[in-house]
């Protein structure tokens, strides 16, 4: 198993593509993902940049 962290997402997008973030970070194309589980989400309300909120994902 390989963990990744930190995947963030604007809130106002209904259903972030995890798969394509997924594989980018890894390397690899969508095809060769098997699958991936989400341990922990949370939300980021501190302002900074041009997003007011930011699911982040684990």
Do not use: H, W
Not at 14 to 37: A, H, W
Request: charged share 35%.
């Amino acid at each position: 198993m390989i963990r990744i962290s930190d995947i963030k997402f604007p809130i106002t997008e209904e259903q972030p593509d995890f798969n394509k973030v997924i594989s980018k970070r890894l390397k690899i194309s969508k095809d060769d993902l098997e699958g991936y589980t989400i341990f922990k989400q949370s939300l980021d309300a501190r302002g900074r940049g041009g997003d007011a909120l930011l699911g982040i994902y684990c």
